[in-house]
């Protein structure tokens, strides 16, 4: 009897540790995120608009990003949203492939939604030393149909005020296992994240 129930226990605790790894894994796998941005950028109205937000998920299995964003703003003509990597230490970025066009007035409830498909060799969610994932704003021809690339950049844009500052990210999130911090810019509701805060700058 004293055997049956030590099984028992013994079985019982095995399957709460697997079900407490399994549960461990999908959490961090679909951790959601959230996103920021500046207003003090070009495509926004400084004295009416407010920081953009979303938040944004990485599923393991389907290996993609998805999420959604609000307030988001970009400049005419240039409304196809791209998605890259960024190492803030190392200052270098990688294109990760395309958002879509961007949704327009997203103000109250309304909100608009991406799905971005990640290549193959960060399966698994191992983006190595980039930190964040950024959204640039590029020629709206870029893409056909909101979503089908038909050029897509070689580099990430800068602003039109600061064409030069490159990338400028209108919206950015931490990438899962991550390790980086939130900083504040000090102005609006500005906030990014980077790793070495002291030696960065706003995106925006």
Request: with cysteine; proline share 5%.
């Amino acid at each position: 009897m004293k055997r049956k129930m030590l099984f028992l226990l013994v079985l019982a605790a095995a399957i709460c540790c697997i079900a407490w790894a399994v549960q461990s894994h999908e959490s961090k796998a679909q951790q959601v995120q959230p996103m920021y941005g500046g207003f003090l950028i070009d495509g926004y109205d400084f004295k009416k608009d407010n920081s953009p937000k979303g938040t944004i998920v990485y599923d393991e299995a389907a290996n993609e990003f998805r999420g959604t964003y609000k307030g988001l703003k970009m400049p005419k003509g240039r409304r196809a949203i791209f998605a890259w990597l960024h190492d803030t230490v190392n200052q270098k970025t990688e294109y990760l492939g395309p958002v879509g066009w961007l949704k327009v007035d997203t103000t109250g409830k309304k909100k608009g939604s991406f799905r971005i498909k990640v290549p193959d060799k960060y399966k698994g969610g191992n983006f190595g030393s980039y930190e964040i994932i950024g959204f640039t704003a590029e020629k709206t021809s870029s893409l056909k149909n909101g979503t089908q690339v038909v050029e897509a950049p070689k580099e990430p844009s800068g602003s039109d005020i600061l064409a030069k500052l490159k990338p400028a990210f209108y919206l950015y999130a931490p990438l899962p296992g991550a390790d980086t911090e939130l900083g504040y810019c000090g102005h609006g509701l500005d906030f990014f994240f980077a790793k070495d805060l002291e030696n960065q700058l706003c995106y925006d």
